[in-house]
């Protein structure tokens, strides 16, 4: 596609239930990042993919956080037993080849998660 | 440590210039970025630099980057209310992905 699409754009869900958030990267981008932004924050990195392998998830918070990219192209990012506190704006991200000479990472418009 | 620092808000009449200031903490930082965050819309690129660079001038932006400080600056010249958003300082550093700042609020004046 033209550009990261992220679904849905908004999402309310109960603390304690299952989530999953989706990422189309650019066709043909092959690193793949998630980042959160909770209110009046910067975003915050997550995940970042090399093609289907998780090269760095240092940034997720638990081990309630998982994310995948089977194929290599989309990502779904999954959170289990959400609690209050997981409510944030999640971003998804995606650069050409993620190498030292890669300058720009082009950003999807989030996906706003409501916990109540 | 990674730790990206800027100031929260800015307010300037429209036409003056705008000086958003950024300090980072991590040496190994290779290229620096500005973004920009309009209410409602993603994170945009507006700029980056080069780590051995100390200046980049781009239309109406100005990067100027003193490593030794490691201090970071965007100058907007002639800002407009158009201008008026959220702007992120960001480094990327080996570890392959971005460390933003928390952002400074630009408002402009008309």
């Known amino acids: 596609g033209a550009g990261v699409s992220q679904t849905p754009s908004n999402k309310v869900t109960e603390k304690g239930k299952y989530v999953e958030l989706r990422c189309d990267p650019i066709?043909?981008?092959?690193?793949l990042y998630w980042y959160r932004q909770s209110l009046g924050q910067g975003p915050e990195f997550l995940i970042y993919?090399?093609?289907?392998?998780?090269?760095?998830d240092s940034g997720l918070p638990n081990d309630r956080f998982f994310a995948v990219r089977p194929e290599g192209s989309v990502s779904t990012l999954k959170i289990q037993r959400t609690e209050r506190g997981d409510s944030a704006v999640y971003l998804c991200?995606?650069?050409?080849?993620?190498?030292?000479?890669?300058?720009?990472?082009?950003f999807g418009q989030g996906t706003r998660l409501t916990v109540v | 440590g990674e730790d990206v620092e800027q100031s929260l808000f800015l307010s300037v009449r429209e036409g003056d210039s705008s000086v958003i200031n950024c300090t980072y903490t991590?040496?190994?930082?290779?290229?620096l970025y500005w973004y920009k965050q309009e209410p409602g819309a993603g994170l945009q690129l507006l700029t980056y630099?080069?780590?051995?660079?100390d200046m980049k001038q781009d239309q109406r932006l100005t990067v100027l980057l003193n490593k030794k400080d490691k201090h970071l600056s965007l100058r907007i010249a002639d800002t407009q209310t158009g201008d008026s958003a959220i702007y992120f300082c960001?480094?990327?550093?080996?570890?392959?992905?971005?460390?933003f700042g928390s952002g400074t609020r630009l408002q402009v004046q008309p």
């Open positions: 991200a995606s650069s050409r080849t993620g190498g030292p000479g890669d300058t720009e990472a082009f």
């Open positions: 066709s043909g981008h092959t690193a």
């Open positions: 993919f090399q093609g289907t392998g998780a090269a760095d």
């Open positions: 991590d040496s190994s930082s290779t290229y």
């Open positions: 630099i080069f780590s051995n660079m």
């Open positions: 960001a480094e990327f550093t080996g570890r392959r992905a971005l460390t």
